[in-house]
């Protein structure tokens, strides 16, 4: 290198300019460092746009837009609840010291205590959440929780530790606080996204300021760490300071933003009612009728029943008591254990009442956990009741956020009592990825395993593809975020117009016609793009799979379900595919002409065995059973 440099010689080009090679040599760095910088800046700039379409009726003190159901008499006893509640905590069998605190403060019972101080000394001894987190730096969650029942059991039962305990506790906490501090190799992969100097604070879910705002408010951060302690959270006023909601696009992750939210307000002191009340309603108003969990872009699963009883002592909401009861149930039925809920550490003499928010158009806070993003559409919830068998429909509106997923426009779930499609987040880890990378969930998630527009890939992408085969046909990033065109809730049917617009050339149109009563559910798809190139609408049903031509049976016995699919063009091939326990791929593909029209009619109990066809010009769709029939105009323009 040092003679390349020093060398000197000259290339003499065709107009006659002579250039030194070592001045080539630096234009050359220079030129690569600036597209590295480009590419850099691009990046930080790719996970929301600074704004977001609008709609009629939605602001910021009012980001939900909801219609009402009938309500219902059923009730849950507050303390009864709460009993309940211990006890799916007490069956959990990956109890630990913040289940053990739980139980320890909502029993009073001194064996519960003695569990939890046990345990959280051998947990000490180990010296767990001191050693380099490397690419899971989710755990000062973890350790946030240990923290936040060492102080509320030693208030509950002041002679449990002994001096030596305490001594020990203290010493390890400091070294959780010295470890939160460091600054680790993934922190600079962070640093890189969110645009800021690396600290050591974990920030996705605010982890980091919720374990340092526990620490400093129960006087248990390490002494000479503090003052960098309170330096990053007061330049990082997070919680509900800032925002009612996680920006990172998966429900499991919003319980965890809310626990850290919580903590934070315990060292401000600063609470905002309207983002507390907002951060639970984002949850009640997603939740599932019959207490089931829901999941999206995560394969984990959240029970409510614990953040829901947080939600009705902080805000005093008779519905979240019903939530948390509804929840239990389903916990019950199914053996399934709860985790530990901080906030939910006594019986509350409320009864809990059944909501009655219908279908909601929900927006939400935007942005990255540093960066303070415009309100933006986020999902559209349609449901039937609160009963144990309405029906319920989720339909995503946003590619945004650091833990995003490819879903614009595309429907999360069909559920009635059970889930009739789902998008499919069953996946092996990639084995060649850090751990805290190498889950099936997120970005990894192809779109095709979503229920929604497939578009093939164009530029060089799709030269790329062709070369080597890898990444498959069709493209993977959505645009950000889908129009809401039309909202609109009734007594006989709530439906929904969203559009995606410029994804390679492709409009993509959805309607969505929910009726009540356990009426049909019907989502009609037109997309319309350059001739010549190729679409698709996928749909991964689930159940029984037996097809009978266009009509796909789901489910039979007392409660049946069935799909019908019934293209808007004579053009295009539907397939089947049948395949796997993920579900049935259904997938409709276009011609080479640039359009892809699809009427997908989903049935339960009476309903199942229903007509449906088009009038003669196909400008009308009529669904035809025993019981009644539905008859309303189209707005695509079928071919």
């Known amino acids: 290198m040092r003679h390349l440099l020093e060398r000197k010689w000259t290339i003499s080009v065709q107009w006659g300019m002579v250039l030194d090679r070592r001045w080539l040599f630096v234009a050359l760095v220079l030129a690569a460092f600036s597209g590295l910088c480009a590419t850099v800046r691009a990046y930080q700039k790719s996970f929301y746009p600074p704004q977001a379409p609008l709609y009629s009726g939605i602001s910021s003190t009012a980001p939900f837009l909801c219609g009402k159901v009938s309500p219902d008499p059923e009730t849950f006893d507050g303390e009864d609840v709460f009993r309940r509640l211990l006890a799916r905590v007490e069956a959990n069998p990956q109890a630990g010291p913040p289940e053990y605190g739980m139980l320890a403060l909502g029993t009073g019972e001194e064996r519960w205590a003695q569990a939890f101080r046990q345990s959280l000394l051998s947990e000490a001894e180990e010296g767990r959440f001191t050693r380099p987190a490397h690419s899971v730096k989710s755990i000062q969650y973890e350790a946030a929780l240990r923290v936040y029942y060492f102080s509320q059991v030693r208030r509950a039962f002041p002679y449990l530790f002994s001096e030596e305990d305490l001594a020990a506790l203290k010493k390890w906490f400091a070294a959780i606080n010295r470890r939160a501090l460091t600054v680790e190799w993934v922190d600079w992969m962070y640093a890189l996204a969110f645009t800021k100097w690396p600290e050591g604070p974990y920030e996705n879910q605010e982890n980091g300021a919720g374990l340092l705002a526990l620490l400093e408010s129960q006087g248990l951060a390490d002494p000479e760490s503090s003052p960098a302690n309170r330096g990053y959270l007061e330049r990082n006023r997070r919680g509900w300071i ?24 315990l060292y401000t002191g600063e609470v905002f009612p309207e983002n507390v009340r907002f951060s639970f309603e984002w949850l009640v108003l997603q939740a599932l009728p019959d207490g089931a969990p829901l999941g999206y872009n995560h394969p984990g699963r959240p029970s409510l029943a614990g953040i829901a009883y947080a939600g009705a002592r902080l805000l005093g909401d008779p519905r ?64 039937d009741g609160w009963r144990e068998d309405s029906a319920y429909l989720l339909l995503n509106l946003r590619f945004t956020g650091w833990h995003r997923y490819k879903a614009t426009n595309t429907i999360s779930l069909v559920y009635q009592k059970g889930p009739l499609a789902a998008e499919v987040l069953e996946g092996q880890p990639f084995s060649w990825l850090p751990r805290g990378r190498s889950l099936f969930r997120d970005k990894r998630v192809p779109r095709e395993n979503l229920n929604g527009l497939l578009v093939e890939r164009t530029g060089m992408s799709a030269v790329l593809y062709h070369l080597t085969g890898i990444g498959g046909l069709w493209a993977q990033d959505p645009p950000y975020y889908a129009e809401v065109i039309a ?12 559009r995606i617009t410029g994804w390679r050339g492709w409009q993509h149109d959805r309607w969505i016609y929910f009726y009540h009563n356990d009426g049909p559910i019907v989502v009609v798809d037109e997309a319309k793009g350059p001739p010549g190139s190729r679409a698709a609408i996928v749909w991964h049903l689930r159940g029984e799979g037996s097809v009978d031509g266009n009509r796909i049976r789901l489910r039979g016995g007392d409660n049946p379900a069935e799909a019908l699919l019934l293209p808007s063009s004579p053009a295009g091939e539907l397939r089947v595919i049948q395949s796997g326990s993920s579900g049935q791929p259904v997938v409709y593909y276009n011609t080479i002409d640039g359009y892809l029209g699809l009427v997908t009619v989903f049935l339960v109990g009476d309903w199942v065995g229903a007509e449906m066809w088009f009038s003669a010009d196909k400008q009308v769709l009529q669904i035809d059973c025993d019981r009644a029939k539905v008859i309303f105009p189209l707005s695509v323009g079928v071919r």
Request: include cysteine.
């Open 487 to 498: 909202f609109e809730t009734g007594e006989e049917v709530d439906w929904s117009h969203t």
């Open 242 to 265: 800032a925002r009612f909601r996680n920006t990172d696009d998966a429900y499991i992750y919003q319980p965890e933003w809310l626990y850290n939210a919580y903590f934070q307000s």
């Open 320 to 383: 979240y008591i019903w939530l948390a009861g509804r929840s239990l149930e389903y916990a019950e039925i199914h053996g399934r254990g709860v985790f530990a809920s901080p906030g939910a550490d006594s019986p509350l003499h409320l009864a809990g009442t059944f909501p009655v928010e219908g279908s909601c158009l929900l927006y939400g806070d935007s942005g990255l956990p540093n960066q303070k993003g415009p309100l933006a559409p986020d999902k559209i919830v349609f449901r």
